[in-house]
């Protein structure tokens, strides 16, 4: 048996990168996963993955940065497993730009879908944890929301908010035995830190890393699949950087 058999969880952004190693993960650990994507069938590529895990799966299409879709999102989940003892909010995008040139639909776009998605879909989520007196709540950040990183204003901005808006949410939930904690990534080739950069501004960025490698996908699903667990029952408000060293 795995640390979660028994347990369903969702995994918002779900269907490829960090996001699909954090849902495997979780399988692997015996949970039953469900899955959100802005495409559908990306979803449920990954939701044939997960129960060829020997778990159920569901895939579900939608834009957490509407909360007309992100609480219909929760409620499909506790309409199938009846429960949601763990939340993962990892759907996020980037709109890469200077701050002089960044336009405001670049800055809402980036802020709607990371910082406000986690909040509906947390929001959604708590009123059932709360009633089962249990849950886990892990947002994934990034190291950009602790050090800045020039062009990524809005991804900063949103990331560093994630920090705040979890620490909030440990102390307002703890009562009802729900712990909310962030992981942090830090150099992960093809998530929102490298994803619009050439290969020498990556190569300066490796240089600061003192594991001398980037990370891995799996890296960061192990961090989250350890917070969801009962072994990490009592972390809760933490920022977990798994970077290598890197913000260190």
């Known amino acids: 048996m795995g640390t979660l058999t028994g347990k369903s969880a969702l995994v918002t952004g779900g269907s490829r990168g960090i996001g699909r190693a954090i849902a495997l993960r979780l399988a692997a650990e015996g949970a039953d996963v469900a899955i959100c994507a802005r495409q559908l069938e990306a979803a449920q590529a990954v939701a044939a993955e997960l129960e060829a895990l020997g778990v159920k799966a569901l895939a579900r299409p939608a834009d957490v940065a509407q909360a007309a879709q992100a609480g219909p999102l929760i409620q499909a989940v506790l309409a199938e497993w009846g429960k949601l ?84 949410l440990a102390r307002e939930l703890a009562s009802r035995n729900i712990t909310a904690n962030v992981v942090a990534p830090g150099l992960v080739p093809e998530t929102g830190m490298t994803g619009g950069l050439d290969e020498k501004a990556v190569e300066k960025l490796l240089s600061q890393v003192p594991l001398g490698r980037p990370g891995l996908p799996e890296d960061v699903a192990h961090s989250v699949a350890f917070l969801a667990s009962d072994q990490a029952a009592y972390i809760t408000g933490q920022v977990l950087c798994v970077d290598g060293g890197m913000v260190m």
Do not use: H, P
């Open 85 to 168: 003892d763990i939340l993962v909010n990892n759907a996020g995008i980037t709109r890469d730009n200077l701050l002089l040139r960044m336009s405001e639909e670049e800055w809402d776009a980036v802020l709607d879908t990371n910082l406000k998605g986690a909040f509906n879909c947390s929001k959604a989520a708590a009123r059932a944890m709360i009633q089962a007196r249990s849950g886990r709540i892990i947002n994934i950040s990034s190291v950009v929301g602790l050090l800045g990183n020039a062009g990524q204003a809005n991804y900063a901005a949103s990331k560093a908010g994630l920090c705040g808006f979890t620490k909030s």
